[in-house]
């Protein structure tokens, strides 16, 4: 089955985020197969107008009306973008809780009523049988303040729980990405890896969350789905089977496996055979699975042993540089005595999170030209959009990931914005190569080191006879050198 990547939870200007919800549809289609935007519905338990309080009480309120006086025309225009086979769009819409943290309403239907109930399980209810699920997100802030309340969970409404957002990873409190935002900590009573505790049985995606109209936004997340096509019915059924996983932003290929079966999968046997296949961005660092919440396998990626290389990644990051609104790329990429086979975008859109009183509103806010033009064997094109950097530890740069397949003479001649470099795969094996656009205060741009084959691919298969709980969960966590994530949903055996 082909692995599709997707954004189930992002926003924009039909609320209370920012920008035009055609520019979003827009983003997601240029590396994206798939994606809903959400709309900021409703609130049943939202805390009282009082001193202090009145800008979000009232931009909630705001964005909630908005949002329901446009509901027809943006079930409309999220349906035409639909194509199957080419790009596929879900409705969807947010509800905030206190009582059950915040949960997305995904569904199949095309006509997805916009409905108001006090939880996710009475507004599934009220839809008169459309097909639709509760995606719990963020889920590990402290619970009452938006986190989930795991004893009011229900996984038959809820088959996925999101991980990963631009707010960081709700994995477990030890996870990396930890919550930044003013909504607060993580707690450890509302991770996933106490839901799994629990005994629920869920699976894993990751979205943005972006509130300017960007989904997929590079390093936010996405979610890779595993479906026999590119329809919204095979899409659908892989979301209730959760043949999911969360990736953080590069998207790295995985399939897991326990007997054939495939992630999200529940079965019963005391004889298990686990497969673990990755095909990642950057070299590997760790892959550790999981059983029953505890590390049972731990490969480090530092003792994989070189072999042959066929292909090479190589990354190519540009940004930097003083444009806090965007600088835009020009790029051309020339190969010789090597073969293009790949080519993967890392794109992000201005970041915004949460609407603030600076924040005026701009329907073109993420209106940015990031596309690939004309890519063949041996020659790139492309335009693209980087921005400084927010702080020195918060990348705001853009970036295409190469495939390359040659050998230590395949030369790489780049030329960005006027700018020209040569470099050869030999070299970028030895190390990195920065250039400057000019001599001093400028944008730049990265070539990374290159990436031999054996350091970003790994097959592992083991044979498991011994049970330890009525049901096992078996999981995987995916660590790049680059500090790229992938959680790949579990699956449960049954003695
Ligand atoms: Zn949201």
Redesign the pocket.
């Given at each position: 089955m082909p692995i599709y990547w997707g954004d189930l939870?992002?926003?924009c200007g039909i609320s209370y985020g920012y920008g035009s919800l055609a520019n979003a549809l827009e983003a997601a289609r240029g590396q994206l197969d798939f994606c809903a935007v959400?709309g900021?519905a409703m609130w049943p338990d939202m805390p009282p107008r009082q001193p202090g309080f009145e800008f979000v009480v009232d931009f909630h309120e705001r964005g909630f009306a908005k949002l329901a006086a446009h509901w027809e025309e943006v079930l409309s225009q999220v349906n035409a973008a639909n194509r199957e086979g080419e790009f596929v769009t879900f409705q969807s819409y947010?509800m905030h809780s206190r009582t059950y943290g915040?949960h997305?309403i995904l569904s199949l239907s095309p006509d997805l009523p916009l409905v108001y109930a006090d939880s996710p399980a009475a507004l599934l209810a009220a839809l008169g049988g459309r097909p639709a699920i509760a995606i719990p997100?963020?889920v590990a802030y402290v619970p009452d303040y938006r986190g989930i309340i795991w004893e009011r969970f229900d996984g038959a409404t809820s088959p996925l729980v999101e991980v990963y957002s631009k707010h960081g990873c709700g994995m477990s409190d030890q996870a990396p990405y930890p919550y930044l935002h003013t909504m607060g900590p993580r707690d450890g009573r509302t991770t996933v890896r106490r839901g799994l505790a629990l005994g629920h049985r869920f699976g894993y995606t990751a979205s943005t969350?972006h509130?300017a109209g960007y989904p997929g936004s590079y390093g936010d997340g996405r979610v890779a789905v595993l479906a026999e096509a590119k329809t919204r019915q095979a899409l659908w059924q892989a979301l209730l089977e959760r043949r999911t996983y969360a990736v953080t932003g590069d998207k790295i290929a995985c399939r897991f496996e326990v007997n054939g079966f495939p992630l999200g999968s529940e079965l019963g046997a005391t004889r298990r055979e686990v497969m673990l296949d990755i095909r990642a961005c950057d070299a590997l660092d760790r892959i550790t699975l999981y059983k029953n919440n505890v590390p049972w396998r731990i490969i480090e990626g530092p003792s994989l042993a070189p072999r042959p290389a066929e292909t090479y990644k190589v990354r190519l990051e540009m940004g930097w540089g003083w444009a806090p609104s965007g600088y835009l790329w020009e790029g051309d990429l020339r190969l010789s005595d090597g073969e293009l086979v790949g080519v993967e975008t890392c794109f992000r859109g201005r970041s915004v999170l949460a609407p603030s009183e600076e924040t005026a509103e701009d329907e073109a806010i993420n209106a940015l030209e990031n596309r690939l033009l004309a890519p063949s064997r041996d020659h790139l094109a492309w335009r693209c959009t980087s921005f400084q950097n927010y702080t020195t530890l918060h990348p705001a740069t853009a970036a295409l990931i190469l495939e390359i397949r040659g050998d230590a003479r395949t030369t790489l001649q780049a030329t960005l914005n006027g700018v020209r470099a040569e470099v050869s795969l030999g070299e970028l094996l030895e190390a990195a190569r920065g250039v400057h656009l000019k001599p001093y205060n400028a944008e730049a741009f990265l070539l990374h080191r290159a990436v031999p084959e054996w350091a970003y691919t790994f097959h592992g298969e083991w044979v498991d006879e011994a049970p330890q709980q009525e049901v096992d969960v078996y999981d995987a966590e995916v660590r790049q050198v680059n500090g790229q994530y992938a959680w790949l949903s579990p699956i449960f055996v049954e003695k």
């Open positions: 939870h992002n926003h959400t900021h947010e915040d997305h997100h963020h969350d509130h």
